[in-house]
């Protein structure tokens, strides 16, 4: 474990120990039939090991626990800890010692001693102890560096520090993934739903006490991993969460800008925070583990100068009969004013009922106008709204609007539901 041991005999002496829960004993079996050479010897010798399971000495795992032997692989998001001891192995009182422990990662160098003040003396067969704790935010290698000065009876000052190294490997896989929503009066809305796949990467089972996103200042957040059973919120997991070694779980939350948000035009534009994943879990024995990944960012869809959403609409329309809708116009721009004309341009089913050219007039930054239209269908089935444009005469460029949303058309004969 140690990179160097020190060249010169020293007075004291340096032990350091990982503190980490147990593991459970595992027992070696060996055992043959009655009618073989050794007869019951072995079975005989499984019943009076003091580290088997009595009525059940087959069973690999025995009644006791085994102290760690090594520091181990460590995993990112859980707690390092280690009990550091200085004996004085001599017959002589030492002075002024000073006992630090630092641990080097692949980009800073943490001090992690409870106390940077010497003590004054050390007699024989005595001892200084100290117990360390780190929360790993880091991967790769990490190094511990314990050093150890002190002064002899001669006034002679002495050093030594000794490396223990060990990995810090990342326990869990997570991918995310948006999705924007879409509905029947809009094709695109300001809901965003977000997909996290957590794998478990390590070799043994985790316990996977929480998952939750926290969402940023902008989003209030919806979690849908529950379902209601009799009157009751039950986890679509189970009512135990346990993520097997290789194994995936797919959470999903649904964002809403808040309404103060949503309200202003343009705000909710380009890239965006949309928050963070808290991950906590639990290993055996109950070893404690969390990790908080980096603000999650989702390109918003983008709607250009102008956006054009349905805020009414029926499902379904009778066959060549008029029937009306709301439109809502939002200027997105922040800065500048529109004059707009609209156009309502025919298509092979969907026949629009006014004026076409009409001046809407000048809508200013940021704010929106509802508009009620008319219009009928001359082919029955699932039609697609379109052939709306919106021309701005200031800059001379038109916005076109097709595929808004669908309606169903239907023979006059049958009455809508």
Same mark, same amino acid.
């Given at each position: 474990m140690d990179v160097n041991q020190p060249k010169q005999e020293h007075l004291l002496a340096l032990k350091v120990?990982?503190?980490?829960k147990p593991t459970l004993f595992t027992n070696v079996l060996v055992t043959c039939e009655e009618r073989d050479l050794p007869g019951s010897l072995f079975n005989q010798l499984m019943k009076d090991d003091p580290s088997t399971v009595k009525g059940a000495e087959t069973l690999m795992l025995g009644e006791m626990l085994t102290l760690p032997q090594n520091f181990g692989n460590i995993f990112l998001g859980e707690t390092?800890?280690?009990?550091?001891?200085v004996h004085n192995d001599s017959n002589q009182v030492v002075k002024d010692i000073l006992v630090k422990a630092d641990l080097q990662t692949s980009s800073q160098r943490l001090n992690l001693s409870a106390s940077s003040a010497a003590v004054a003396e050390l007699k024989p067969d005595c001892c200084i102890d100290d117990v360390i704790h780190h929360e790993v935010k880091e991967i790769g290698t990490h190094i511990l560096v314990c050093a150890v000065s002190y002064t002899t009876q001669t006034g002679e000052k002495m050093y030594f520090r000794k490396f223990f190294k060990f990995q810090v490997l990342k326990p869990l896989d997570v991918k995310t993934k948006f999705y924007n929503a879409e509905s029947d009066l809009s094709s695109v809305t300001d809901e965003v739903f977000l997909e996290a796949q957590i794998q478990n990467i390590t070799t043994s089972p985790m316990f996977m006490e929480k998952v939750s996103l926290e969402p940023s200042m902008m989003y209030n957040v919806a979690e849908l991993n529950t379902v209601d059973a009799s009157g009751k919120s039950?986890?679509?997991?189970g009512s135990r969460t346990y993520l097997q070694p290789m194994d995936t779980r797919q959470y999903l939350y649904c964002l809403k800008p808040k309404q103060e948000f949503a309200e202003k035009a343009?705000?909710?534009k380009g890239v965006t925070v949309i928050g963070k994943l808290d991950i906590v879990w639990k290993t055996n024995l109950g070893e404690r583990g969390r990790l908080q990944t980096s603000q999650l960012q989702r390109m918003a869809p983008g709607y250009g100068d102008v956006r054009l959403s349905l805020e009414t609409i029926p499902d379904t329309v009778n066959l060549e009969e008029p029937f009306d809708i709301t439109c809502k116009i939002t200027n997105c721009s922040s800065e500048r004013t529109m004059d707009l004309v609209l156009?309502?341009?025919?298509t092979n089913s969907i026949h629009w009922c006014g004026v076409s050219g009409r001046q809407l007039g000048k809508l200013h930054p940021s704010s929106s106008l509802h508009l009620a239209l008319t219009l009928l269908s001359s082919v029955q089935g699932l039609q697609s709204v379109s052939g709306l444009r919106l021309t701005d005469t200031f800059l001379k460029r038109t916005y076109e609007y097709d595929d808004i949303a669908q =309606?169903? =058309?239907v023979s006059s004969e049958f009455k809508q539901s």
């Amino acid at each position: 474990m140690d990179v160097n041991q020190p060249k010169q005999e020293h007075l004291l002496a340096l032990k350091v120990m990982r503190l980490t829960k147990p593991t459970l004993f595992t027992n070696v079996l060996v055992t043959c039939e009655e009618r073989d050479l050794p007869g019951s010897l072995f079975n005989q010798l499984m019943k009076d090991d003091p580290s088997t399971v009595k009525g059940a000495e087959t069973l690999m795992l025995g009644e006791m626990l085994t102290l760690p032997q090594n520091f181990g692989n460590i995993f990112l998001g859980e707690t390092f800890s280690s009990y550091i001891s200085v004996h004085n192995d001599s017959n002589q009182v030492v002075k002024d010692i000073l006992v630090k422990a630092d641990l080097q990662t692949s980009s800073q160098r943490l001090n992690l001693s409870a106390s940077s003040a010497a003590v004054a003396e050390l007699k024989p067969d005595c001892c200084i102890d100290d117990v360390i704790h780190h929360e790993v935010k880091e991967i790769g290698t990490h190094i511990l560096v314990c050093a150890v000065s002190y002064t002899t009876q001669t006034g002679e000052k002495m050093y030594f520090r000794k490396f223990f190294k060990f990995q810090v490997l990342k326990p869990l896989d997570v991918k995310t993934k948006f999705y924007n929503a879409e509905s029947d009066l809009s094709s695109v809305t300001d809901e965003v739903f977000l997909e996290a796949q957590i794998q478990n990467i390590t070799t043994s089972p985790m316990f996977m006490e929480k998952v939750s996103l926290e969402p940023s200042m902008m989003y209030n957040v919806a979690e849908l991993n529950t379902v209601d059973a009799s009157g009751k919120s039950e986890s679509t997991f189970g009512s135990r969460t346990y993520l097997q070694p290789m194994d995936t779980r797919q959470y999903l939350y649904c964002l809403k800008p808040k309404q103060e948000f949503a309200e202003k035009a343009g705000i909710i534009k380009g890239v965006t925070v949309i928050g963070k994943l808290d991950i906590v879990w639990k290993t055996n024995l109950g070893e404690r583990g969390r990790l908080q990944t980096s603000q999650l960012q989702r390109m918003a869809p983008g709607y250009g100068d102008v956006r054009l959403s349905l805020e009414t609409i029926p499902d379904t329309v009778n066959l060549e009969e008029p029937f009306d809708i709301t439109c809502k116009i939002t200027n997105c721009s922040s800065e500048r004013t529109m004059d707009l004309v609209l156009e309502m341009c025919n298509t092979n089913s969907i026949h629009w009922c006014g004026v076409s050219g009409r001046q809407l007039g000048k809508l200013h930054p940021s704010s929106s106008l509802h508009l009620a239209l008319t219009l009928l269908s001359s082919v029955q089935g699932l039609q697609s709204v379109s052939g709306l444009r919106l021309t701005d005469t200031f800059l001379k460029r038109t916005y076109e609007y097709d595929d808004i949303a669908q =309606v169903c =058309v239907v023979s006059s004969e049958f009455k809508q539901s």
